[in-house]
């Protein structure tokens, strides 16, 4: 099984940066991919971005030339670089891995952005 722990979570003005970090452990050797989702107040939780193991990206739309995957394989960290905040971008982000057995999901770790 993997764990993952998220850190770097806020509030923040429109036009702002944060940068989130998540640390996985324990089976790590069986991740394939890592990536950040985002679930905002009565809407379905959705993919941000995520990067695989050959450092492949894949982005959602919104986010495109404003936020950057980043992931550490040697420290088992993923991060997400944040620019350019927009109000929508608020919600709870939750860090995720896809790997040998079944998908880990972090805690969450919530942005605000205030407009």
């Known amino acids: 099984q993997v764990q993952l722990v998220e850190s770097g979570g806020g509030l923040v003005q429109a036009g702002g940066s944060l940068s989130l970090s998540c640390v996985a452990s324990?089976?790590?050797?069986?991740?394939?991919?890592m990536g950040w989702y985002r679930q905002a107040p009565g809407k379905q939780r959705e993919l941000v971005a995520r990067?695989?193991?050959?450092?492949?990206?894949t982005y959602a739309d919104s986010v495109k030339g404003r936020f950057t995957i980043s992931r550490d394989n040697a420290k088992n960290t993923v991060y997400l670089q944040m620019n350019s905040l927009k109000s929508e971008d608020t919600a709870v982000y939750y860090c995720?891995?896809?790997?040998?057995?079944?998908?880990?999901w972090g805690q969450g770790t919530q942005v605000t952005v205030s407009s």
């Open positions: 324990g089976s790590t050797f069986s991740i394939w991919r």
């Open positions: 990067i695989g193991n050959g450092g492949r990206t």
């Open positions: 995720n891995t896809e790997g040998v057995g079944p998908d880990a």
